[in-house]
């Protein structure tokens, strides 16, 4: 019933369509959501992954998960992230991947909603210290579309990786195009 109510609300009154799929049987990966200019972007992605039947997840810290947020924040596919004990981020959050048996972390490289001229890298280390693929995912207000790429496995080659990656957001206009990331 759910599925439906987000079926007709995101296809009929919003005009949108998802292009692509993700593999069911990738229970675990890095999806790289590109570009990130609005909020605008977080119910597209509840959208997407209320569609498609996916679970999709996000990670923030610990606090955000204490009484009375906590559940709804579970409920959203989010997972805390707990830094003690002298871990990094990218650490911590490879530690999750090593505990759950489904974990499709969403992360945006650009780190910001503002312009920005350097992307991220913790998604990369991420995946390769999880050895899980990177998913590139694009919300497209141009073409009024979520696409969803084929996975890539990180090689080690941060470079060449992401030049692979970024053949997938050419041409992509987020809801502010001026604020979005660009690839040269």
């Known amino acids: 019933m759910k ?3 987000y079926k007709w609300i995101f296809f009929r009154l919003m005009g949108w369509k998802i292009v692509g799929s993700i593999d069911s049987d990738i229970k675990k990966c890095v999806l790289m959501v ?3 200019t609005s909020a605008h972007d977080f119910y597209l992605g509840v959208f997407t992954r209320g569609i498609t039947g996916l679970e999709m997840n996000w990670v923030g810290k610990k606090e955000l998960f204490r009484f ?3 559940f709804y924040h579970r409920y959203m596919g989010g997972e805390p992230l707990d830094r003690s004990g002298g871990l990094n981020k990218v650490d911590s959050i490879a530690a ?3 505990k759950k048996e489904i974990f499709r972390l969403a992360v945006a490289p650009e780190g910001t909603r503002k312009t920005t001229k350097d ?3 913790g998604f990369y280390y ?3 210290k999880a ?3 990177i998913i590139p995912l ?3 207000f141009g073409k009024k579309e979520v696409n969803l790429g084929k996975p890539v496995y990180p090689t080690g080659n941060l470079e060449f990786d992401l030049n692979i990656l970024k053949k997938h957001f050419l041409g992509v206009k987020g809801k502010i195009p001026e604020n979005g990331f660009f690839f040269s």
């Open 138 to 140: 694009a919300f497209d």
């Open 96 to 98: 999750i991947f090593e």
């Open 68 to 70: 009375p947020f906590g």
């Open 119 to 121: 992307l991220k890298t």
């Open 126 to 128: 991420i995946a390769l």
């Open 34 to 36: 590109l570009p990130h």
């Open 3 to 5: 599925k439906q109510f």
């Open 131 to 133: 050895n899980v693929p």
